[in-house]
């Protein structure tokens, strides 16, 4: 990873402020007229107002924090890192899935640089970053130019569409807690993990432990 100044600094910030759960709102108010309570909701079809037209995702504020942690620590590289996050704005709502070749990943991820006449990453570049984001079940490659994101990590659409692509990548890959998407690398924080995934088998997502 390059030693770009205030690089790692800013990765910190950036993961901090984006791990941070939001702050549940009440949206609705109430205005009195003659003892006659009105309540007041927004449209259940009110769209989410987000910058540029590329639609929004929703990612792990575990998982959030992690990528910070681990372009800081030099754990992963500058090439690992912005090829996971161009990919990962490029998901198909509900799917996971982004359609893109690594000729597009390279393209894409240099457009800035070449307008300002900057250093490019090569395709090879790119390549490699794409298998370490196998080996760390970051992305799945589905072939004809897709890959798969780990939708335990980051999904663009809702939980329901998320449940039916973990069972799908589920019937696939079967139950095994080592294979995709759960076994997260890398290495550096898998003991971290595995007691995750350690403690919901015995206590399940209400804190109960079970059988």
Sequence with gaps: MSDDAGFDDLLQVLGDQLGQAA?????????KLKKVTFEYEPHHTA????????????????????LA??????????????????????????TGVAQYTQQEITDGLNRLAVKKG?????RSTVNRA?????????????????????VRLWFHGTSTAQHGVLEQRAALHGPDSGAFPYSIGPAIH??????????????????RKTG
């Excluded at 942690?69 to 509900?94: D, H, M, P, W």
């Excluded at 898998?190 to 209400?206: F, K, M, P, S, V």
């Design 69 to 94: 942690q681990l372009a800081v620590a030099n754990s992963i590289t500058k090439s690992q890192l912005c090829v996971f996050l161009y990919v990962a704005g490029g998901q198909e709502r509900g």
């Design 190 to 207: 898998q003991e971290e993990l595995d007691l995750d995934i350690t403690q919901q088998a015995l206590y399940g997502n209400r804190g």
């Design 130 to 150: 794409v298998r370490a984001l196998v080996d760390y079940k970051w992305v799945e490659q589905l072939g004809n130019g897709k890959l798969q994101l780990n």
């Design 23 to 31: 702050h549940s709102v009440d949206a609705r108010t109430h205005r």
């Design 47 to 66: 769209a989410h107002d987000m910058a540029g037209n590329a639609g929004y995702s929703l990612a792990s504020n575990w998982f959030t924090q992690l």
């Design 118 to 122: 900057g250093k490019l990453i090569t």
